[in-house]
């Protein structure tokens, strides 16, 4: 029983693609700054202001004849392969369709849409466009995934009963705008439960809700959620659980576990960033381990733009490690959950 080195290419090699940039706030700085550590050129952004485009131009070396002061600009600068949306989630849908409809690939911040209603119009727009489509769950590409991916299809677990995965932030009351606001599709679920329900996902397959708890804020959005899914199928008698939590009201410590009836696998918070992987018995003793904690490292971003590079360049539509019926189901439970609160 042990763990493998993960098999992730260096995003250093990937092939260069021109990206351009839909709303330069605090994630597009991220993740622009974490492609300068590969081949990936950012040309062009767009912002509602000519000013805030200019400014986000200035601080990443992009030419000022590229910095548009419309998304509509943006996505007709023929310099540009690929569009990376990051805009609130409210507006993912319509700012992914814009992309779209002007023939460029595309990079949609997580949550892929606000509903499940419009993560499927995405889909059917891209694929009638044939155009390259992908949620930036960044997580699905990072190296330590790739080992509990391993471990995983290697059985070394034995049989996965429970998954259990946590994200919280001290984001509410104080913190962004758009996480308190309704209208922007704030709350905590579509924020950063997002990451625990796609890792449960990622290990058990296709989830079927069972139970729900949570608080909304005044406004309307959730604060907390505490959701139970059982993987699709699995035996009523001995289900296959995935326990997922979220909260924007405190820091948790935002580790997952991954239990066989052989062994678990332990990830280090935050286990949705760069982290570290441990194989523990049943014993409680630690059998191997793979990466090491690095707290948040958004260096880390720059796996999924070079496995869309790849992808793009090898002429596909979307990645086999966040296919699109994916983030079509994970928004499909992230309604319901909602619905339930
Ligand atoms: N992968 C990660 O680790 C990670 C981390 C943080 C956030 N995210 C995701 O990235 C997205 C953006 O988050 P963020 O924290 O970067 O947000 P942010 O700092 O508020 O930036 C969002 C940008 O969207 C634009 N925008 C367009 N319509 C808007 C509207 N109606 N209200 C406010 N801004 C609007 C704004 O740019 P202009 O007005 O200049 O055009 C703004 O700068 C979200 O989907 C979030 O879940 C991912």
Known sequence: MRLNAPRVPDPADAPALRWGILGPGWIADELTTSLRRTKQEVVAVGSRSSERASAFAARHGIDPA????????????DLVDVVYVATPHSEHHEHALLAIAAGRHVLVEKAFTATAAQARA???????ADVFC???MWTRFLPHVDVIRDALERGVLGEVLAVHADHGQNLWPVGPRRL?????????????????????????????????????????????????????GSPGSRPRLAHVSTSMGVRTPTTASVCGTWARLDVDGDFYAPSQVRLVGNDGMVLGAWGRAAGTDHGGLRYQA???????TAGEKES?????????????????IRARL
């Open 122 to 128: 995405v889909v059917d727009a891209a694929r009638a």
């Open 320 to 336: 086999p490690l966040m296919p699109l019926d994916d983030s079509i189901h994970l928004m499909e439970l992230m309604d319901a």
């Open 66 to 77: 590229h910095a548009h002061g419309s998304y509509e600009a943006l996505v007709a600068d």
């Open 306 to 312: 070079a496995e869309l590079a790849r992808r793009v």
């Open 180 to 232: 308190a606001d309704p209208r922007l599709a704030g709350g905590a679920l579509l924020d950063l439960g997002i990451y625990p329900l796609s890792f449960a996902h990622l290990v058990l397959g296709e989830l079927e809700l069972r139970s729900v708890d949570g608080e909304l804020t005044p406004e309307g959005v959730d604060e907390w959620v505490v959701a139970t899914l059982a993987a699709a």
């Open 134 to 136: 992908m949620e930036a």
